[in-house]
Nanobody, 120 residues
Framework: QVQVVESGGGLVQAGGSLRLSCAASGSFKRLNVMGWYRQAPGKLRELVADITSGGGTIYLSSLKGRGTISRDNAKNTVYLQMISLKPEDTAIYYC??????????????WGQGTQVTVSS
């Protein structure tokens, strides 16, 4: 079983910055893609950014230039640094981890989410 735990959310003023962290733990053979999704009230969950084990990244278009995803493979941890935050960035941010278990089954694990609130 793979556990994913987020931290770093909170309340910030517009224009401010936040750094989210997410650690994966448990029994797995390989951690492939780790990423961040968000869901605002009344909206669908959307991909914010993800990163492969090799460092390849994808970003939500509205976050380009304001967000940086990074990863520490030794710590099985992914980070999302966001700057110039806007009220429309307010959402619950979820971490996701995909990979292979020790029995070579794929897994797709989610964290509980961390609230990010940007005040105007």
């Amino acid at each position: 079983q793979v556990q994913v735990v987020e931290s770093g959310g909170g309340l910030v003023q517009a224009g401010g910055s936040l750094r989210l962290s997410c650690a994966a733990s448990g029994s797995f053979k390989r951690l492939n893609v780790m990423g961040w999704y968000r869901q605002a009230p009344g909206k669908l969950r959307e991909l914010v950014a993800d990163i492969t084990s090799g460092g390849g990244t994808i970003y939500l278009s509205s976050l380009k230039g304001r967000g940086t995803i990074s990863r520490d493979n030794a710590k099985n941890t992914v980070y999302l640094q966001m700057i110039s935050l806007k009220p429309e960035d307010t959402a619950i941010y979820y971490c996701n981890a995909k990979g292979l278990t020790t029995t070579l089954r794929t897994f797709d694990s989610w964290g509980q989410g961390t609230q990010v609130t940007v005040s105007s």
